[in-house]
């Protein structure tokens, strides 16, 4: 897959590439990552590429002339790519879109400073806009490496183990389950004797009941989007009982 990044802060993303999951992706040839400064398709001796809001007031807004001539040498490279503006005011980023977004061969992002870009760029050139929560950062490098690093989960190969990103949080709606590992005794906290059994069918079981009662604890509303499964089902009926119990004592 191929990621073009449009920013002020090309040197940004060296540490991004230069390390752990997304380093040997790039190395073995999975993922090419190419940041692109936008100053170098500005105008005149000091390539300015913001200027004064019209109607004034505070700030300053990303000239449309650099970003159009940025995204058309995206585009004359990456034909198939989708054009992805990082925005605040867009759609919230979650999971799925990154699964979704993980089956495209290429994408440009377009990474927005000051005040964010020329309405005009939007409209004319972005395709999808997104936020990558309710808050508003300075720039949208950081934003589009947390969009980059979601993706890349869902290649297949990237990952050490290939199923990994389908166990992970959220994948099929629910909170993962916890994790242990050595030692089997840590301070005066236990590891859950079913884990060390080698019983895969209870430790499968564990796992699924671990990743339940975190999604009902943290994350309820998850099961507005996918309800109980049966299997899960029979975890809460189990759960019911023990609470009646308990209430009857
Ligand atoms: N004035 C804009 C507003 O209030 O909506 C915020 C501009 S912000 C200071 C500058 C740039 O950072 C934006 O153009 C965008 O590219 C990026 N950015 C900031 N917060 C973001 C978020 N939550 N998600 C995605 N991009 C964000």
Not at 203 to 227: C, H, M, N, Y
Request: glycine share 8%.
């Amino acid at each position: 897959m191929r990621f073009c990044v449009l920013t002020i802060f090309p040197e940004m993303f060296d540490a991004f590439a230069g390390h752990g999951i997304m380093r040997r992706a790039v190395e073995s040839g999975k993922i090419r990552l190419e940041p692109v400064n936008i100053r170098d398709f500005a105008e005149g001796r000091h390539k300015v590429t913001d200027d004064r809001p019209y109607g004034g007031g505070s700030g300053m807004v990303m000239k449309p002339e650099p970003l159009a001539a940025a995204i058309q040498k995206a585009k004359s490279e990456l034909s198939q790519a989708p054009v992805v503006l990082l925005n605040p005011q867009g759609r919230c980023f979650d999971q799925e879109m990154a699964r979704q977004y993980a089956a495209c061969s290429e994408m440009i992002f377009v990474c927005g400073r000051y005040e964010g870009l020329d309405e005009r760029i939007c409209e004319a050139y972005v395709d999808d806009e997104i936020s990558i929560g309710d808050y508003v950062l300075t720039g949208g490098e950081l934003p589009a490496m947390v969009v980059m690093d979601a993706v890349i989960r869902h290649i297949p190969g990237v990952l050490g183990a290939e199923d990994a990103a389908e166990c992970d949080s959220f994948s099929a709606g629910r909170l993962e389950h916890a994790h242990y590992t050595r030692p089997a005794v840590f301070g005066k906290n236990q590891v859950p004797e079913v884990l060390l059994s080698g019983n895969h069918g209870a430790i499968e079981d564990w796992r699924r009941e671990s990743a339940l009662l975190r999604t009902v604890l943290r994350r309820p509303d998850l099961f507005d989007q996918k309800g109980l499964t049966e299997p899960e089902k029979k975890i809460v009926q189990k759960w019911c009982r023990r609470l009646e119990a308990l209430a009857s004592d």
